[in-house]
Nanobody, 128 residues
Framework: QLQLVESGGGLVQPGGSLNLSCTASGLSLDYYYIGWFRQAPGKERKGVSC????????NYADSVKGRFTISKNNAKNTVYLQMKSLKPEDTAVYYC?????????????????????WGKGTLVTVSS
């Protein structure tokens, strides 16, 4: 059983930076698809960044491309989301998710809405 716990959320001013962590326990993330998702107030949850642990492939939503970076520390079994140049529209609860695969047939992206394991989320508020 894989358990995921996010941390690092908080209040940050526009233009600032924040680093989120997702620590896994129970199973190694070495062979999982991993995703960071976010849900803004009153909106649907959307994928932010995805990672294929096998080959290191990544995906980023257009809205965060060039500003966010997903990475993983194998020794700590932890996934990170580095966020910079934050905007008010980045305000959301951020979730990490993982799935051993296979991906849904025909899906190219490395994460998807029906992933098997989810954390409870951490709130990021970008406001002046």
């Amino acid at each position: 059983q894989l358990q995921l716990v996010e941390s690092g959320g908080g209040l940050v001013q526009p233009g600032g930076s924040l680093n989120l962590s997702c620590t896994a326990s129970g199973l190694s993330l070495d062979y999982y698809y991993i995703g960071w998702f976010r849900q803004a107030p009153g909106k649907e949850r959307k994928g932010v960044s995805c990672l294929n642990s096998i080959n290191g492939g990544t995906n980023y939503a257009d809205s965060v491309k060039g500003r966010f970076t997903i990475s993983k520390n194998n020794a700590k079994n932890t996934v990170y989301l580095q966020m910079k140049s934050l905007k008010p529209e980045d305000t959301a609860v951020y979730y990490c998710a993982a799935d051993p695969g296979p991906r849904p047939e025909g899906l190219v992206r490395f994460c998807w809405d029906g992933m098997s394991y989810w954390g409870k989320g951490t709130l990021v508020t970008v406001s002046s």
